[in-house]
């Protein structure tokens, strides 16, 4: 599978050799009382509940990355409410096979829909659903954003 006009070999490449600068989005519904979590089929970040996200693309701004993020992975057009923050995530695994794991610098936003915006899961997530308290098998790297944005 190529990785948006990057060819297999060259995606290797960078997962072996570079962080990897992508989104993460904590989306809250109208009443600031319901977030969304997918339950994903990868390897990295898999066997466990983790907010939506995915990487930024060359010449692309963090802002537009995580409204686009939204829409691809959740279906929902999404407003910016504010960016929580830089974080970094290390993972021992890869969906390349590469020896160093993956190395993100994901960017947090928190993120409201649009009115009437209905939630789709995409093909890389398992279950895609809204939360008033985060579940048992919540990954660590969500939690701390939950904690972050003082969320259950």
Not at 128 to 151: G, M
Request: proline share 3%.
């Amino acid at each position: 599978m190529a990785h948006r006009n990057i060819s297999e070999k060259d995606w290797g490449l960078i997962v072996e050799k570079v962080p990897i600068c992508s989104v993460d989005l904590i989306i809250l519904d109208s009443d600031e009382e319901k977030f969304v979590l997918g339950y994903r089929n990868s390897e990295v970040a898999g066997e466990s509940w983790f907010v939506p996200g995915g990487r930024v693309r060359k010449n692309e701004g963090l802002r537009e990355a995580a409204k686009r993020v939204s829409k691809e992975e959740t279906g929902l057009d999404v407003d910016i409410v504010e960016k929580l923050g830089s974080y970094q995530h290390f993972y021992d695994e890869s969906d390349v096979g590469a020896e160093s794991g993956k190395h993100y610098i994901a960017n947090a936003f928190i993120v409201s829909p649009r009115e009437g915006e209905e939630l789709e899961k995409d093909e890389q997530h398992r279950e895609l659903k809204w939360f008033s308290d985060r579940p048992d098998d919540t990954h660590k790297y969500t939690k701390r954003y939950l904690e972050d944005a003082d969320l259950p």
